[in-house]
């Protein structure tokens, strides 16, 4: 059975790239490059799933720059 996330089920750009240990530079990378999908709330405003980062972290991605 999957784990029950708990706190947040979205969390926003600087708080996304604070839990991978990135900066929001990277984090932009990340999406960029299909390793992460953003969720736009309204036009212009995005975030993240936090299962999504969750995974990321689990998996583990190298970014180039």
Known sequence: A????LGPLLRNMTDSAK???VS???LWRLIQDGHLE???IRAGTFRIRQQDLLALAEKGVEVTT
């Open 2 to 5: 999957p784990t029950p996330i």
């Open 19 to 21: 839990v991978l240990g």
């Open 24 to 26: 929001r530079t990277t």
């Open 38 to 40: 953003k969720v736009e």
